[in-house]
């Protein structure tokens, strides 16, 4: 049995102990890992962290200013957020294959914090949200030889980057990290959030990736989860588990897809010529095999209305019922 204040005096001590009076960085990101990574290693040694925060424009809606206000604002962390938007759109352009779009997006990623983190004369230390199956996937992979798509946020770091690694989740699998983030303060909705790609939107735009592009998917997928989080679940739980209250909690990831394809429609008395977003939603225990979703119809049909209604620019909506194998979850 886990007992929550214990682990978290152990954990902070063993940082302390580990890091003594050092400066150490974290790449903030957003998602779940690196965020309690953040808020543990805070708890320990306060202002001895920094966290740089890289916004590579392929984040969802609001989620830069999520981020800021969660950590720089309510917990008092450093941060530094940094607007590589444009840096990022120009490494891709004209960039099409999904492995080299990831390629890119991993390189600029560790390019930008390297230059921040330079900044910073004094870090020993590069925090990471590394968790136990990360650890067992990247073991894995080497013995096996085969990627299929490749992960960029595991075991990234350049040779060039003289620090000593600092990863306080390694032992932990995910229940336990939610339980840690929700102990250290951090709000249920971020913790108990559906994971995210490192690459982000970059592989949810399919083919180039645009900055029109971008912020036609951020508004349709807001949409999307919104929808998702205020409709209530009336199926069962699993198997001892607590029952879902909402659609969100419902499904174990969900997000729309951008497709660059052009289809007719009619808005008024007007012809339109617009692009199409699929929504993808999937249940799954270990991401390696999943279900789609089957979400009621009503919120689908209400989604779509939204969809096409708020987001001037797209006039399709459709609902992605491929499970995975043989689709993936991603698109790309
Ligand atoms: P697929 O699409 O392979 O996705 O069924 C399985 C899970 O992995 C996530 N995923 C990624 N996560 N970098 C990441 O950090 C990536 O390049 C990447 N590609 C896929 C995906 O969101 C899903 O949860």
């Known amino acids: 049995d886990w007992n929550m204040p214990d682990y978290i005096s152990e954990a902070v001590e063993k940082i302390r102990a580990q890091v003594g009076t050092d400066e150490v960085i974290l790449g903030l990101s957003g998602g779940v890992d690196s965020s309690v990574a953040a808020a543990l290693i805070h708890r320990a040694i306060g202002d001895q962290l920094t966290c740089v925060f890289v916004d590579h424009g392929l984040l969802r809606l609001n989620e830069g200013k999520m981020v800021m206000d969660m950590f720089s604002k309510n917990l008092g962390v450093k941060v530094i957020q940094v607007d590589a938007t444009e840096q990022f ?23 930008v914090f390297q230059a921040e983190s330079g900044k910073l004369v004094n870090a020993k230390w590069l925090a990471q949200g590394t968790i136990y199956p990360d650890v067992i996937e990247s073991a894995g992979k080497g013995k096996k030889g085969q990627t299929i798509k490749s992960h960029h946020n595991v075991g990234g770091l350049p040779e060039t980057m ?3 690694l600092l990863e306080p989740l390694r032992e932990l699998f995910k229940d336990e990290v939610r339980k840690l983030g929700v102990a250290l303060g951090l709000p249920h909705e971020m913790v108990y959030r559906h994971p995210f790609p490192g690459p982000g939107l970059g592989v949810r735009i399919l083919g180039e990736v645009k900055k029109e592009y971008a912020d036609l998917l951020r508004r349709a997928d807001a949409i999307f989860i919104e929808e998702l989080r205020n409709t209530p679940y009336e199926g069962a739980a699993m198997p001892g588990e607590e029952a879902p209250k909402n659609w969100y909690d419902a499904t174990s990831q969900a997000f729309a897809v951008f497709l660059p394809v052009k289809s007719v429609g009619v808005m008024g008395d007007g012809r339109t010529y617009d692009y199409v977003v699929a929504l ?4 799954t225990q270990d991401f390696m095999t999943a279900h789609w979703a089957h979400l009621p119809h009503t919120l689908l049909g209400k989604v779509s209305n939204r969809i096409i209604n708020e987001v001037r620019g797209l006039n399709r909506v459709v609902y992605d019922i491929s499970g995975k194998p043989p689709a993936t979850i991603e698109w790309e």
């Open 89 to 111: 759109m120009g490494h891709l352009a004209g960039v099409t294959d999904p492995e080299q779009k990831r390629k890119i997006i991993g390189r600029e990623f560790v390019e």
């Open 162 to 164: 003289k620090l000593q």
């Open 280 to 283: 993808r939603a999937v249940q």
